[in-house]
């Protein structure tokens, strides 16, 4: 099989209703006739997604992403896009779907085409987070951040992006005042959520906000790993689970029943079964849960002998 392109994109654009309507009707066509898999959100406030195919028929759709949200070059009217390789196809099917925002932060009134931070190409990184007086913050949740994240970052430790306004009102200030940093510095997967989560904190009036531009992704794919301050793999929400700093697959696999990533030594845990429980949810699932998740994975792994003969 040839490598199929995997592309992560989002683009902050206004869409009336029309325009929504008519793009959930197109996509999944155009993603049929090219073999391409993986989901793309639309709401109001723009689209989001990643998507997995033949070369051509990824940048195909993606131009058609263009043409039908008539988007320009400039930061406001683009397409933020995160390309990466892969030898395997890691999306079962193609789904567009209507979301009421197509990265949830709770807030309605945060929109980063108003105000946002100040953007950090992945180059100046490495200056801005050595600086003793840059707060730098994990905006991702915390199954995320457990296997990979910046030196010296914080983690919030939040379950869902949701969580971070409150995390941030009731942990954030009091972390610069008793640290005397000046300035905040946001990373995520791919920028998205530090697009609001920073026009979140500049409407609240928190100061000097900085973000890295394209996210981790687009570092990992620019500053050579002798040079990087990225420890550990990167989560990503597709079938690879997890990236390396070369931007491919990494050690960590998916947990089937509570969608956790775990370590190879997490695997060899006694208390680890394929498809049935892991370290994580060892204690959260009932003997008939259990029995149904076993029942689940003999299904997947004759499906994949099957296919292997």
């Known amino acids: 099989m040839s490598r199929l392109l995997v592309a992560a994109f989002y683009a902050f654009v206004p869409l009336e209703q029309g325009q929504r309507k008519l793009l959930l009707e197109q996509l999944p066509i155009l993603a049929s006739k090219g073999k391409v898999l993986g989901s793309v959100l ?10 997995s195919g033949p070369q051509p028929a990824v940048e195909a759709l993606l131009e058609q992403l263009r043409q039908s949200l008539q988007l320009g070059d400039s930061h406001y009217e683009r397409l933020e896009v995160k390309r990466s390789w892969t030898d395997q196809p890691v999306f079962r099917r193609f789904k567009a779907r209507r979301k009421k925002e197509i ?28 600086d003793p007086e840059t707060l730098v913050i994990d905006t991702r949740n915390s199954y995320e951040t457990a296997i990979g994240t910046f030196e010296g970052a914080i983690d919030p430790g939040t379950e869902s992006f949701r969580d971070f306004p409150k995390w941030a009102e009731q ?3 009091p972390l610069l005042e008793e640290n005397g940093q000046k300035r905040v510095a946001m990373f995520c997967t791919g920028g998205i959520r530090c ?6 904190l500049q409407q609240q ?6 973000h890295l531009r394209g996210g981790i992704l687009s570092y990992l794919e620019q500053v050579p790993e002798q ?14 689970v997890a990236l390396n700093h070369q931007l491919e697959p990494g050690q960590h696999s ?15 845990l006694s208390s680890y079964i394929k498809g049935v429980q892991c370290l994580h949810c060892v204690d959260h699932f009932s003997d008939a849960d259990r029995q149904r998740f076993a029942m689940r994975q003999r299904q997947i792994d004759a499906a994949a002998k099957r296919k292997l003969s």
């Open 103 to 130: 990265v949830t932060i709770g807030d309605g009134g945060v929109d980063p085409r108003a105000s946002v931070g100040t953007y950090v190409d992945p180059k100046d990184w490495n200056a801005l987070v050595d």
């Open 195 to 200: 697009e609001k989560a920073s026009s979140y």
């Open 42 to 51: 639309v709401a109001d406030e723009g689209v989001n997604g990643t998507i």
């Open 227 to 240: 040079q990087s301050r990225w420890r550990g793999e990167c989560f990503v929400f597709d079938q690879r």
């Open 254 to 268: 998916l947990c089937h029943a509570c969608g956790f990533p775990v370590s190879p030594e997490q695997r060899a």
């Open 171 to 173: 942990h954030l200030k």
């Open 205 to 210: 009036g928190f100061g000097e906000i900085h």
